[in-house]
């Protein structure tokens, strides 16, 4: 999720940036640029957010570097690193609007991360995962840990 306080330029290089990392260590799967959206709740006081969606498989050496760079970058409000299985299908950006009254929070998007197991059960779903991961099987559990 971008800081839509920056022009729009500088969004698309930091999208630019983060999809040259998934290139050049790993293979880039599917990409999805779901636009400015409403926020379920406030982060540095904004309310809405470009939100960017990347599905990729690479090594734990990725994951690492993303999550120090995407912590690190102005402009970056929030992201998510998901393990998921590369038999999963891919998600379709939920239809932008504001939800009834009394919704659930969960957009419908499938729990690919882990089989939900990780989600606390008082915490709401995320809106939408910023970045999903395909891992090789081989790869140890430790690197599925989701990152902020």
Excluded: C
């Amino acid at each position: 999720m971008l800081d839509p306080g920056q022009d729009e330029p500088g969004r698309d290089a930091l999208a630019q940036d983060a999809r040259g990392r998934i290139e050049a260590a790993g293979t880039l799967k599917h990409e999805n640029k779901w636009g400015l959206r409403k926020m379920a709740y406030e982060i540095e006081q904004r309310n809405e957010a470009d939100y960017r969606w990347f599905r990729f498989e690479g090594p734990s050496e990725l994951l690492d570097d993303l999550n120090h760079n995407l912590k690190i970058a102005d402009g970056v409000l929030r992201f998510r690193i998901f393990k998921v299985d590369s038999s999963s299908p891919v998600m379709v950006p939920p239809a932008v609007g504001a939800p009834a009254p009394g919704a659930s929070r969960d957009r419908g998007a499938p729990s690919s991360h882990r089989g939900g197991e990780d989600a606390a059960p008082d915490e709401p779903a995320t809106p939408a995962a910023e970045v999903e991961v395909e891992v090789p099987a081989a790869a140890p559990d430790e690197s599925a840990a989701p990152a902020e």
